[in-house]
Each structure stands twice: as C-alpha cells, then as structure tokens.
C-alpha cells in the first residue's frame, strides 16, 4: 500500500515524540522518585531533631522520662505538624512512647529488631524491614540515640525513630507522576495536531505541484504552483516550479510557431512545383513555356534545399547547448575570406564594398566556424536586402575588451514595429516577401543563436533607408 508523505511524516514525528516522551518519561520518573525520598528523608530528619530538642527541654524540668505523658504529648503535636510517625524505644528496643493519639497505643511494648538499635550505635543505615513486627508493615524510617548525661559522661538512654509507610510514599510519587503523565498526554497532544497541521501544508503544495505536473502530461502548460509567497524551501520549490512551467510553455508556444511556419513554408514552394509539373504533363502548359516553367520548378526546388539546410541547422545549434567552444582566430581575416566568397552575389547587384578593417590581426576568441556563419549570413542579408548600385560598409575596431564588427546597407527602412521580431524564426520583413523569394527567415535567427551561445550581443538600427547590424566578440588576451 502506497503511504503518502502526509502519512509518512505525522507516524515518523509520532513515534519521535512518542519515544522521547517515554524516554523522558523514564528518566523523570527515576529522578523524581529519588528527589521526592531525598526531600523525605531530609523532613524526617528536621522531625527528629525537633524532637530530641523537645525530650531535652523536658527533661531539664521533668528528668529523663521518655515514656512520660509529657513526652507522648511532644511526639502527638511533632506528629500532626510533620505527618510522620514517631515513636521511642528503650535501650533494649522495647517502644516506650509513640506519637499515636489513641489512649491505648497498639506499638507500645513491641519490639524494634535488633538491626536496626545496631545500626544507629554503628552510625549505619538500618533495613525498612525493621519495623514490620511493631506496624505490620515495611516502612522508610530515620532514627537518632537519645542520650543522657552524668557525672560519668553520657549515655544511651532509648532509641527515636520517625517513619512513614511505603504506601504513603508510593501514593505521594504516584499523584506527582499523574501530574507529569497528564502534563505530557496534553503537550504529545498539541504536538500531533501542530505536525499534522504543518505536514498537511507542506504537502498542499507539493500535491499542487504534482497536479500541475500531470496536466502538463496531458498537454496543458498553464498549471502553475500555488503558496509561491512562502519564504521556505517549499516557497523556492513552488516559484522554481512556475518558472520551469514558464519555460515549457514558451517553448510549446514556439514549436507550435515553428511548425505552422515550417508548414507555411514548405506549402508555398511545393504548390508551385506541383501546380507547374501538373501543367506540364497535362499539357495546359503549351511547349514553347516548358523551360520557362521548368525554371520555376528548379529555383523553388532549390529553396526547399535551403529550407532544409537552415532547418539543419537550426536543430544542430539547438542540439548543441551550452556555451560554444572557445578558440582564438583573426577575425578581420575572416571577414576578408567570407567578402571574396560573396564577390559573385555583391558583383551582380553592382554594390560597392567600403571595408574599414585594421591592418593588424584582431585576434577574438569564440567557435570560428559558428562566427563565419554569423558573417556570412549577416552579409547575404545586406546584399539581399541593398539597393543596386549602393555601398555596403563593413567595419571592424576594438573597444573596451570587445570586437565590434558593423554591417551597414542602403535600402528599405525596417519599420519600428518589426525591429522587435527581426531575429525570430521565420520571420520575414513584408519587403522580403515581396521582393525577394529566395530567403527562409531563418538567417538572422541562426546569428541571434549562436552569438548567445558566445553571450555575445547583436544590435540593429535602421533609419533613413540605412540599415545596421552589430555584433561584438571577446578580445583574446594576449600572453
């Protein structure tokens, strides 16, 4: 059977408290039962000497009559203020006097065992049992000698002992741990209520979250996490959660995006194709404009290629992850290698290439291949995009540890309310769609892609019919 982590944890803080209560318990009880016999003990022992103090104060006036009527008052009236038995044993151990109101005291003339009279003259402690044959019963018991004096020096004249029933002990530790046990039955009471409360709330949140979680199973990515407020570790669980939860739902919102444009694209082209080859071969297309079609055909054949290579591309960068590999290289030399590749594409627009690169290497560190890449596609971006016959500037310089190049065409102006898009997938300028067929829309996201994989940053301004893009690259130090 599954148990919960509710469940779990109320038994685990149960039997916790449980156990430190009987352990608690235990000790309480033996210490108690020790400190309630040593305060006992000491009690009886002030009785005694109050008593010895009375016997002598009679005895100054009366002489040395133990069994006197005097004396069996003084042990009544000690008797009632203390609570304990007294009585008075004669040399022999015979009881003589006893604190007893009765007339007719049912100790006196009994026998005190030999134990206990050696004992006090050996300075010892006697057994409990040594007033069973004078009470019937074991009892815990303190004695003093009672002693006279003469010409001769002084002497034992009787034995006095002040006792008190182990019942009576018995019932005084037992009411006190009654007290204890009610005490403790009340405090493990509150604390499973405060643990079941406590554990009921951290489990709300973790349900939410387990909820949230199947729903996401399900394909719905607006569960959130609720006690987001909390300042536990439950609190950074929940917003940890709901920021994980953002995530996903920004990438579903982006696949879904990616495949409608995917869709979108690859629709285009091929209708095309499949509209022209029909004609062809159904003959609505005459012969004589074969070949004109036939181009139509190849050029859209073409542009599905570069969509699946973008796409490639797309998903090996995604695939990727994590920061890019790092390695120094020249990177005005690699603007020069990438310019002379793009000589046919800048030759038929008839543009004019004004670079502005430094003669010294500017060595930068960061995937090389990845930054020929972001060039190139920077370039074949601008000269898509140029009017024909107009400059285009390429400029290189370093600044503050960084690597600015700076890419700048004469054309349209990218209207305000797209700048914000300009790097998304498939995104395409109403320019591009209507002046230009060849491009994807996926270029300017591929740069945006690997220059955060450099955390690196790419800047864009157009106004006036100019359009700029920068981006930087680290500066390699130098050793």
Not at 119 to 144: H, M, N, P, Q
Not at 194 to 211: D, G, H, P
Not at 228 to 254: H, K, P
Not at 416 to 429: G, Q, V
Request: with cysteine.
């Amino acid at each position: 059977m599954r148990r919960s982590i509710y469940v779990k944890n109320f038994i685990s803080t149960a039997v916790t408290v449980l156990l430190s209560f009987t352990v608690l318990g235990g000790a309480f009880s033996v210490w108690s039962y020790q400190a309630l016999t040593s305060a006992r003990r000491e009690a009886m022992s002030g009785a005694a000497r109050e008593t010895l103090r009375y016997i002598a104060a009679q005895s100054r006036y009366y002489g040395p009559d133990l069994a006197g009527f005097e004396t069996r008052m003084s042990l009544s009236m000690i008797s009632r203020a203390s609570g304990y038995d007294i009585i008075i044993a004669d040399t022999d151990g015979i009881v003589i006097s006893c604190s007893d109101e009765q007339l007719v005291c049912p100790h006196i003339g009994k026998k005190v065992r030999d134990d206990a009279t050696q004992a006090l003259l050996a300075g010892r402690e006697f057994s409990a049992a040594a007033f069973s044959d004078v009470y019937g019963e074991r009892r815990y018991a303190v004695g003093s000698l009672i002693l006279g004096e003469d010409f001769s020096g002084t002497y034992v004249l009787g034995y006095l002992f002040v006792s008190i029933g182990f019942s009576e002990m018995s019932d005084m530790w037992r009411r006190f741990s009654s007290n204890f046990t009610l005490l403790a039955v009340i405090v493990m009471c509150v604390a499973f209520a405060v643990s079941l409360l406590t554990t009921k709330k951290q489990t709300e949140t973790i349900n939410a979250m387990a909820r949230a979680a199947r729903r996401f199973a399900r394909g719905d990515f607006t569960a959130r996490a609720s006690d987001t407020q909390r300042a536990d570790e439950l609190g950074e669980l929940a917003r940890s959660f709901n920021a994980m939860a953002d995530a996903m739902e920004r990438s579903e919102t982006r696949r879904r995006e990616l495949i409608a444009n995917v869709s979108h694209e690859l629709k285009t082209p091929m209708t095309v194709i499949a509209g022209f080859a029909d004609g062809i071969l159904d003959g609505t297309i005459p012969p004589e404009s074969e070949a004109k079609y036939l181009g139509v055909i190849s050029a859209e054949t073409r542009r599905l290629s570069r969509l699946v290579r973008s796409l490639l591309d797309v998903s090996r960068l995604s695939a990727e992850g994590g920061e890019a590999a790092r390695e120094t290289f020249d990177l005005a030399e690699l603007i020069r290698v990438t310019l002379v590749g793009m000589l046919s594409k800048l030759e038929a627009k008839e543009l004019e290439v004004l670079p502005e690169l430094p003669e010294e290497p500017v060595l930068v560190v960061g995937e090389k291949d990845a930054i020929t890449q972001v060039v190139y596609n920077l370039l074949d971006n601008a000269v898509k995009f140029a009017r024909e016959k107009t400059a285009l500037k390429i400029a290189l310089w370093k600044q503050g540890g960084r690597a600015f190049v700076s890419i700048e065409d004469e054309g349209e102006t990218i209207p305000e309310s797209e700048m914000p898009l300009i790097f998304d997938r498939f995104h395409k300028t109403d320019r591009s769609r209507g002046v230009d067929r060849e491009g994807v829309g996926l270029g300017l996201y591929i740069v945006k892609t690997i220059l955060d994989k450099h955390n690196e940053d790419i800047f864009v301004s157009s106004a006036g019919g100019m359009t700029r893009f920068t981006f930087t690259l680290q500066v390699a130090v130098r050793r």
